[in-house]
């Protein structure tokens, strides 16, 4: 006898009948739901768009990544439909489902724009966030089970046995529990009355952090009590500690799918339960102190947030109190400098960009942060500690005070992390966090850091439009490009710090992103000597590097740079005349060659409206075959043009684009060197060779091959 069975059809149907009306009695929830809310629309606007930075920050709002439109399209479909592979691999990474053999996981696979996409859905084998919150819910259960080091600051006994607990968790995630420890927080034991079964008071704590009760043993095997009377028992500690969710989640562990949708539910509860006490009671408690007197602070071990351990990060030295208007950014500057030197210590020496004068300064100070060690063994830095024999780890009446050396921004925001999972921080200090989960050793948050950073960083990553409207002044000319120049100094990132810390960190996807925000702004950071340095220093990355060797930075931009114009052309069929038609850069005067010197007369593109009757002999695209009378849509059929034979385009007035008006037509556009280009994409097609020719010039001014 087969160990499986197939189901007959009327079995299959009574099973989807039962699914349904789970559904619509709210017991159980929808894979993918129809959301026809505002923020989700927005969403599902940004997926289409690819706009990165809207769809992290939806994300970070709380909008649910596996819901669907009216026309029953989820956000990964509409990104992998419209070809935006980094919004992909952001959905993917923020928990999206494409589960194989689902009908929504086959369309997903179906509709991808091209091979890439297909092969990163591939790659995550479909769906390989079942639950992004499962490492923090593995952690949490894990210190019931941990001996060593040991965390635990409470003993509980039921019915002559022992649990070993933590009194930040209990007071976080049990109303009843945080009462009495506010009444009595430094208790060291708690005895429970004799009618609760350990194994239900066990089934409870095991809910509480987020571990699952194995079936045998509610069951009643081995305990000399009834499935009844357990049952029962897990009813009064459900009702004593107010845990309401607790019977419910042992009533759905027969059901796969209801388990798993109560799991999901249960550990969203409990992160949310753990932030709110983490602002409450670690943040709300921190001091700032002067550094020269923060080894005098005496925290007692018996304290109502129950801390073990403190953190200390020192801050930056303040200036004195005549600061100028915007000292908002000569604090972002002291803070990049500071990281700037952390980064040169660890990695090559460099020469300094940035000057600073002497200041009168005040004190310096320090930020301490009463913590638990119990979350801190997140960080594979403060296992080792506490698990060895330095004085870190011995138990003392005051608590023992650690140094970090980072910003108390930064710790700020790691520490958050330890406590909730959630990552999220300004773009200012990526780098910092970086730094920080780099050296506490903490991989999942530089992956987690390196994901938001690319993400946010895409909302700035536009095309610099240089194009000059005809018959404006050169004063206004000038003006616009010193515009684009102050637009770039005023980034938001510093692309240079951040692809160094990719190198010195090993992110790959943050060296991917920054050779990608380097490409498609490369026309604004080519001739600073910035770039000039990143680019030799990228060569010096290459151990007993030959002539032959390629510069990998270089490589990068080069392959984003042509993904840049490319877009512009692929739908055109532009590429391919550009390679057919291209002809070598030549300079004329120091300067590169413009559009007429890199066009020939068969790359000329007609002129909208113009009547002119110059330009390119297109064959109609909607013309028939077989030589039917059906007139091209897009124009009025000529009675004396044959439907068959090419069509002079430019002897027809096209009607203006969508959003423009006939004046925008007689725009003139004109290339990164100021020449004047027929149209947007003779002006793409003539930039794009400008700016190849200015990344060999910089190598060849360099010395080096690639």
């Known amino acids: 006898m087969p160990a499986t069975t197939t189901l007959r059809k009327d079995q299959l149907e009574t099973s989807l009948q039962n699914e349904r009306r789970l559904i619509k009695d709210g017991k159980l929830q929808e894979d993918n739901p129809l959301d026809l809310s505002p923020p989700f629309r927005e969403f599902c606007e940004a997926c289409r768009r690819g706009d990165l930075k809207a769809c992290q920050e939806k994300i970070a709002e709380g909008v649910n990544i596996n819901a669907r439109d009216l026309f029953d399209c989820t956000p990964l479909i509409l990104a992998s439909l419209c070809g935006h592979y980094e919004v992909v691999r952001l959905l993917l990474d923020s928990g999206a489902l494409c589960e194989r053999d689902t009908f929504q996981g086959e369309r997903c696979l179906y509709n991808a724009l091209n091979e890439r996409i297909r092969n990163l859905l591939l790659q995550y084998d479909y769906s390989k966030s079942s639950d992004p919150l499962q490492p923090f819910a593995a952690h949490l259960s894990s210190l019931l089970s941990r001996d060593h080091p040991q965390t635990a600051d409470i003993v509980v006994t039921a019915a002559g046995e022992s649990f070993r607990l933590h009194k930040f968790i209990l007071s976080a995630r049990s109303p009843a529990f945080a009462k009495k420890l506010t009444i009595a927080p430094t208790a060291k034991t708690w005895k429970l009355p004799n009618t609760i079964p350990a194994v ?261 990553m536009k095309l610099q439009q240089t194009g000059i409207e005809d018959g404006k002044p050169a004063e206004e000319a000038d003006a616009a490009g010193k515009e684009v120049q102050d637009d770039a100094e005023e980034e938001e990132i510093d692309i240079y710090e951040l692809i160094r810390a990719g190198w010195l960190f090993r992110v790959q996807r943050l060296e991917e992103f920054a050779a990608r925000y380097l490409a498609y702004r490369l026309e604004s950071h080519i001739d600073l000597p910035e770039f000039s340095e990143l680019v030799a220093e990228s060569a010096t990355r290459i151990t007993q590097r030959q002539e032959t060797d390629s510069i990998e930075l270089v490589d990068d931009i080069r392959f984003y740079l ?145």
């Open 200 to 460: 239900a008071f066990n089934a409870g704590m095991r809910y509480l952090y987020l571990g699952e009760m194995p079936r045998e043993q509610l069951s009643g095997l081995g305990t000399g009590l009834t499935e009844a009377e357990i049952f029962a028992g897990i009813e009064r500690v459900a009702k004593h500690l107010e845990l309401t969710g607790l019977v419910g989640t042992i009533l759905d562990s027969g059901d796969r799918r209801l388990a798993r949708q109560r799991r999901t539910e249960e550990t969203s509860k409990a992160r949310d339960q753990m932030e709110a006490w983490f602002y409450e009671n670690v943040i709300k408690h921190k001091l700032v102190i002067e550094t020269n007197k923060a080894h005098e602070v005496k925290w007692s071990r018996d304290n109502e947030i129950f801390a073990d351990v403190l953190l200390r990060a020192d801050n930056p030295v303040t200036e004195d109190l005549n600061l100028p208007k915007d000292s908002t950014k000569l604090g972002s500057d002291k803070r990049e400098a500071r990281v700037a030197s952390r980064i040169l210590a660890r990695s090559t020496p460099r020469p300094s960009s940035r000057a600073s004068s002497p200041r009168p300064q005040r004190q310096q100070t320090s930020t301490l942060f009463p913590v638990h060690r119990a979350m801190l063994l997140r960080s594979d830095f403060f296992s080792a500690m506490f698990s060895s024999s330095f004085k870190e780890a011995q138990i003392t009446e005051n608590l023992q005070i650690i140094p970090v050396d980072c910003s108390h921004e930064a710790l700020e925001v790691v520490l958050k992390y330890l406590y909730t999972d959630k990552v999220e921080f300004p773009l200012s200090l990526g780098v910092e966090v970086l730094y920080a989960a780099d050296l506490l050793l903490i991989e999942r948050l530089k992956s987690k850091a390196a994901v938001l950073i690319s993400s946010l960083g895409n909302g700035n």
């Open 562 to 706: 042509s993904e840049r114009f490319r877009l512009r052309f692929e739908d055109t069929c532009l590429d391919e005349i550009m390679d057919e038609n291209r002809k070598e850069v030549t300079k004329i005067d120091g300067e590169v060659a413009g559009v007429d010197t890199v066009s020939d007369s068969k790359f000329k593109i007609p002129k909208w409206g113009s009547g002119s009757g110059s330009g390119t002999y297109f064959p109609c695209a909607f013309a028939s075959s077989s030589g039917s009378n059906s007139p091209c849509p897009g124009r009025e059929h000529h009675p004396r043009t044959p439907d068959d034979e090419a069509i002079d385009v430019s002897e027809y007035k096209s009607p203006p684009l969508v959003g423009q008006t006939s004046e925008n037509l007689g725009v003139v556009f004109r290339t990164l060197d100021g020449h004047p280009a027929g149209d947007e994409f003779a002006r793409d097609a003539a930039d794009y060779q400008i700016l190849l020719a200015k990344l060999d010039r910089l190598l060849e001014k360099l010395d080096l091959e690639a």
